[in-house]
Structure formats: C-alpha cells, structure tokens
C-alpha cells in the first residue's frame, strides 16, 4: 500500500508532542502510587510493631524479621560508638557486653531494654534508671547524693581481697578477705546495693560480684582497688525524643536478639 | 420604609425560586447562619472538648486532649502496679491502669489550666527540676568525639589525679629545744624510733593507721602540718613547727604524690564530666536567655 511520506511525518510530528505529556503524566502517577503505598505500607509495619507485645516480637519470625534488620540499622547508627559494632562493649570503658548473659538491668527482654533505650540509665531522664552509682571510696566525698564514708587504703585493700576470693582468685590474704567481708557487710555499706549475698541487684543494676564477670578491667587486684577507689560514672544515654517509638522498639529487639537467650524470658 | 403590599406579596412568592434575586431571602438567611454560628461557638465554649485527632497513633495508648499517653509509660504503669505485661494483664488490670493514666493527665492538664504552678511549692520545684532534667538528658545524649575528650583531659587534668598517699607520724615534743634534739639526731641518722623516744617526743596518734589519703591526712592533722608534710620525701623529717600550742615534728615514711591517670583509664570520668560541663554550660545559657527575653521589672527599694 503507498504511503503518503509528507501525511506520515506530519502525523508523527502531531502525535509525539501528546504523547510525552502522557507518558511523563502516567510515569509521576507510577511514582507518586510506589510513594503513597511505601508509606503506607510502612505505616503499616511501624503500627504493628508497636501495637505487638514487645516481648513477643521474636516470636513472631515476620515481625522478627522486619524489626531485627531495622533495629540493626539504628544499633549501628546510635548504639555502636559505645557498645561497638558486635554489641559486645568494652571491659576497658567499662562499656557493658549485651551479648553475654549478665543483664544488670531486668532480664534481658525487649521491654525492658527499649525502656533502657528511650529514658536511659543515669541519664537525667525522670523515667530512666537513676538509683544507682559505684561511689569513690577513695574520695573525701564518695557519693554526691547520699553522706557515705570515705575508706582508708588499708580499706580498699581488705575489700579488694574479698571480692577477689569470692571469684577464687588465689594468692589472697584470708585474714585480709575476712576483714574486706566485715567492711563489706559493715560501715563500707558495699551489701546496700550489692546485697547481702554480694549477687547484684538487677532492680538497681549492681552487678553480681560473684560471677566473675566484670563491667571494667579483668577483676585484677589493680582493677578492682581502682573501682573501688575511684567508683563507676557510666551512662547510657535517653533516646525519647531522638528516636522514632518504631526504632526504639527496633532496636530494643535487635539487641535483645545478640544476647541469644538460652530460654525465652 | 414602608413596603407596598404588592411587593411583600411577591417576595413570598419569589422566596422558594432560586433563579429570582429576592433580597429578604438573602437577609434571612444570614441571620439565620450568624445566630447558628453564634450558638455554636457558645456551645464549644462552655462545654469544649479539644481537637480530636483522627485515631490514636499506635506508639500511643492514648490520646487525652492531644496529649499522648505513651504506650511504654502504659506498659510500665501495668509492671508498677501489678507487675505483669500487657500479655498477662487481666483486661480489668488494663482498663485500670489506663484509667488511672488518664485520669492523671487530666488533671496535669487541669493543674495547667488553674495555673497551680503559681500556687504549689512543690509544682513549682518539679517544674524547675524538669527543665533542668531536660538539659541533662540533652546533654548526655551527645557524643563528643575522641579528639574533643582527650582536649578536655588536657585541660582538666589535675582532676584526674586519684587521692595522693602518705604514711606519717606526728609527733608532739614537750618543747621547741627538744623537738630541735630530735630534728638533728635524725638528719644525723640516727633511728627514728630512737631519736624521738629520747627528746621525749611521742606519737600524737593522728596518722597512726597507716597509709592515708591525702584528704584523710589533712582532717587529721589540719591543714597547716599537712601543707608541710605535702613536701617531705620518704624518710625526711620536717622542722619542729609550733601549731595549737603544740610544737609538732613530723616523719614522712611514705609519700606517693598524686599522679594524673592516662587518658584510656580515665577516659569514663573524662566524658562523665564533660557531659557535666556541657550540663552547666547548657543551664548558664538558659538562665541568659530567659532573663533576656524575659521583663523582669524590680521594684526600686529591691534593686
């Protein structure tokens, strides 16, 4: 069939200038319905994690797993500078390890963590974990907010040698540890936070002194005298108001995931 | 104005017909809408409820007047109270704890709106805290870099020196010439023990424990002997020094100085007191803020 060469580009000519509108128009439409359904979508996801039980969310492997791979994200982006990008802290800043076992607040469970993450621990934060601080022994004025005795280096020695040979370090002085004991159950006050058992107080966060675990150094004669002389001051910060609820909670999963509880709580 | 009955007539008649311009319609009708109008507004305002929103965002329990009621301070209100989790609480535990929470926000809300912060001690001063707690939560969640802290161990390193340690005797003579006696006996090397037990000189039993830290030692002996032990080298014996009425000689056995840790042993008091640092720093430059912005008028006998 003969072609009309001059109709044919005219044609072409007319239609082109219509249709690169519509395909610009149909293009933005394409971007805006991927937009509003990301955001919906991600209402969606937001809302269910938060309306889920928190300390189920690793239960549930599809809320685990959205959770998990955001909750990463804001650990590395807020948590890591401190904890490190394993999680797994420093004995040399006394950052706590929270892949171990060893929780010195609560259980380890996602609640209680994301309470830690949004108010903090010794963060200034009304809600946050307030109570307790190692005192500096060593110190005229141990504690700023209650009146505590100072202890004499002989002192520090004597508590030195009997939370050392509660953790079975050899080489420690009976009559020393015996006297660090009645320090420790008398006027030092140590048993206050730590208990009379000396096996921590989760509720406060002092730590077991007799599991061999240690929040700083490496339980050396030298690193404990030094806690004791000079206290903790560690603090976790108060992400409310920095972090979205969503990523709090995200987070709060995530690092209750590195622990790898042997039980569910 | 007299209206011609004609006219009135064919007002009514045009009342109903849309395409007809009737002007007493018009008037009508906005009477009509202003007294609606005005009744409404006077209705919201005596029995005003706030804006609602639409729904409860989910990281909220609640919504009271626009003020959230957070579901982690709901979580935590369940623990408090019946220490169970929102899976194990009985509905009953749930509508109280969450009736309680409201009901709690009303009544901040209501505080707020009676200005009881004018009238309570005790409102006032958390109000103070909670600001001040609102820069310490601030503060303490910035994270200076390594570069900034150890700048700050630099220039405040005389705070991260731990106690100093002494181990003295204080001993009191009966005189100033027997405290000389046993001054020189010892600088001549003569035993210590000896040489004081002979000029007749005798503990004072201050600094008899042993090792002290520095600011044990100075409230034993008070601040002028221990200004003088400061000095003193292992070994060395002080001049006999008159203080109270007593003439005193002092016997360093040991004196360890302070000495200001390394940086990576000090780094978590070094970034505790930054953050208190900064926390100050914060608190001054509110109050200079608000006391710019703010008329602050001071009757003249005050000023």
Sequence with gaps: MPVDQTLGIATARSIRPRIVPILIGVILLLIATVAVAMVVIGRGNRAELLRADADHILDNPRLASKALNRGGKVFLANCAACHGANGRGSTATGTPDLTDQDFLYGAGRVSEI??????????????????????????????????????TPREIDQLTSFVR????????????????????????????????????????????????????G???????????REGLRGVSPAFRGRLDPADARAVAAYVASLHHPKEKP | MNVPAG?????????????????????????????????????????????????VPPEDAAVVNQSPILLSDYVAQLKALYNVDPSQATPAQKRAALNGMIREELYVQRGIELGLQNDFIEVRNSLVTAVESQQEVEANATLPTEQELR?????????????????????????????????IAVRSGKDLATAMSGAGLRSSGAT?????????????IGSRLFSIAKGLHDGQVSDPVADGGRVHVLAMHSNRQPVAEDYGQARDRVLADYRADKIARMRAGTDHFLRERADVQIAKDFR
């Design chain 1, 114 to 151: 994301e309470q830690i993450v949004l108010h903090g621990i010794r963060s200034g934060d009304d809600r946050g974990w307030n109570l307790a601080l190692m005192p500096a022994y060593g110190r005229s004025v141990p504690y700023a907010r209650e009146k505590l005795p100072s202890l």
């Design chain 1, 165 to 216: 040979s509660m953790n079975g370090a050899a080489g420690e002085d009976p009559a020393a540890a015996v006297a660090g004991q009645n320090l420790y159950q008398g006027h030092g006050g140590c048993w206050d936070c730590h208990g009379r058992d000396a096996r921590g107080d989760q509720a406060i966060g002092a730590p077991d002194l007799t599991d061999g675990k240690w929040l700083r």
């Design chain 1, 218 to 228: 490496d339980g050396s004669r030298r690193d404990i005298s030094r806690i004791i």
């Design chain 2, 7 to 55: 006219e009135t007539k064919a007002g009514l008649r045009t009342w109903w017909r849309p395409d007809v311009h009737n002007e007493r319609r018009s008037l009508t009708l906005c009477a009509v809408a202003a007294v609606l109008g005005l009744a409404i507004a006077g209705g919201a305002l005596f029995n005003a409820r706030g804006t609602r929103i639409a729904g």
């Design chain 2, 151 to 183: 700048a700050f161990y630099q220039d405040h390193l005389q705070n991260y020196q731990p106690e100093g340690l002494m181990t003295l005797t204080d001993y009191l003579a009966p005189d100033l010439a027997s405290a000389q006696r046993a001054v």
């Design chain 2, 208 to 220: 008899d424990d042993g090792d002290e830290f520095y600011f044990a030692a100075e409230a034993h």
